[in-house]
Nanobody, 120 residues
Framework: QVELEESGGGLVQPGGSLTLSCEAS????????VSWYRQAPGKQRARVAC???????DYDASLKDRFTIARGSGQNTVVLYIDVLKPEDTAVYYC??????????????WGQGTQVTVSS
């Protein structure tokens, strides 16, 4: 059982930036693929970015210019940098991990999410 905790969400003005962090209860630096998903009100949860166990990265094509996923300095953390935030980025952002080398594997473990609200 891997426990995940997201942090870094909040209220941000349009055009601002945020760094979200996903901290795991054990090392996720190898053997695990880590994804960030988001779920806006009334919409399905959708993946925005993933880094697989080999370090390869995949983004939602419409977001890759503003979103950056990276493994943190420690072995237990993955971060998501979001630039030029837009109101449509408002959502609960979730971290998910799966013990797989593929970003196409559905996460097995999920965090509770962190709310991001973009509004002036």
């Amino acid at each position: 059982q891997v426990e995940l905790e997201e942090s870094g969400g909040g209220l941000v003005q349009p055009g601002g930036s945020l760094t979200l962090s996903c901290e795991a209860s054990e090392s996720i630096s190898s053997r695990y693929s880590v994804s960030w998903y988001r779920q806006a009100p009334g919409k399905q949860r959708a993946r925005v970015a993933c880094i697989n166990s080999f370090g390869l990265i995949d983004y939602d094509a419409s977001l890759k210019d503003r979103f950056t996923i990276a493994r943190g300095s420690g072995q237990n953390t993955v971060v998501l940098y979001i630039d030029v935030l837009k109101p449509e980025d408002t959502a609960v952002y979730y971290c998910g991990v799966v013990r797989s080398g593929s970003c196409y594997s559905t996460p097995t473990y999920w965090g509770q999410g962190t709310q991001v609200t973009v509004s002036s």
